[in-house]
């Protein structure tokens, strides 16, 4: 495949990609013959798309709009999934969601599917044949996710053992404290069930003030324990948003320590931690677009530089360097911490893409027009 007419990240404009198997084999000014020639029309080329947070099996996506029904807190939420979902099969809505993220570019994702008592192992078993079914397109890795809580809910523990026995890469744990009302339970738990089956842990943190912290730091010191360095992230850490700068420097230096990611999607009514400061004192930092048009919110459209551009509004990131770090993250960084090679426009790489109409990385998030070509180790795949 010919990749013709690019510009590519470097500036330079009117390059061609040649791509044989799944691989970068060239860059050239000029075209070449006996290829199957994909003509960009001058678009820019970029390396495709990480999504690290995202909830397939909750989407709504596929069917005639339904109205929100959750009331306002956390707890509502909760209990209208197991209200509502039960009813709607998993596969041809998540199968939607993910068919729109792939058109936008997204061809790596880390998904959270629901563990618990009300669904038990469906959802996963579900996503387990959408992932199946788009090997070709996309790369999928899912977490066991314990929505309704693991203390609290009876079971869940065996649920979730059964989950990684049954292929779940990943292990996820909810607001030890708000929901379980028992971190220490929860988080001995789970950290001993990781340690068994060898998987890391992705735990939603929501909890605000010094709890957030409190929790955060809980979280560190386990992980230093048990030599989980690198392989547990926080999903969310809002209380790193509002901490005073006496909490927020050491906290940060605590989870960079400790090898402690942060994954966000810039809640818009929750406070923002500051990212960029995150990555700069050497933590981890991935995005993602969590809830999209679900039982959680209306929200949400799968475009994973849209969600860029968002949380680089609530930051007051303007500088083309500052835009282009957010970039990163929902790119190169996001590959790179689910542990897939990182695609980059450059000979050998391997060749994932996306052509978006514009000038520059900066502009690409910050105006995140159309998307063109969406290539998947080789393969086009924006039409699937």
Sequence with gaps: MLLSNCRLPDGRAGMHVLVRGERVAAILDAPVEEADVVDLGGHL????????????DKSLFGLPWMPHAAGPDRMSRIETDARVLPGLPVEPRATAMLRRCIAAGTVHFRTHVDITPAFGLRNLEAVLRVREAHADACHIQTVAFPQAGVMRAPGTLDLLEEALRMGAEVLGGLDPCEVDRDPKGQLDALFALAGRHGVGLDIHLHEAGELGLFTLAEICARTRAAGMQGRVWVSHGFALGAAPEARLGPAM?????????????????????????????????????DNMRDTWGPYGTGDMLERAAIVGWRLDARTDAAIGRLFAMVAEDGARALGVEVP?????????????????VAEAVAQHPGRGVVVFRGRAVNEI
């Design 344 to 360: 980059a426009v450059a000979v050998a790489a391997v060749a994932s893409f996306v052509g978006v109409p514009a000038e520059g």
């Design 253 to 289: 230096e605590g989870m960079a320590e400790a090898g402690v990611g942060l994954v966000s999607h810039g809640a818009g009514a929750a406070p923002l931690p500051p990212l960029l400061r995150l990555a700069e004192a050497g933590v981890r930092v991935c995005l993602g677009n």
């Design 45 to 56: 080329l970029l390396p495709a798309l990480t999504d690290f947070h995202l909830h397939l």
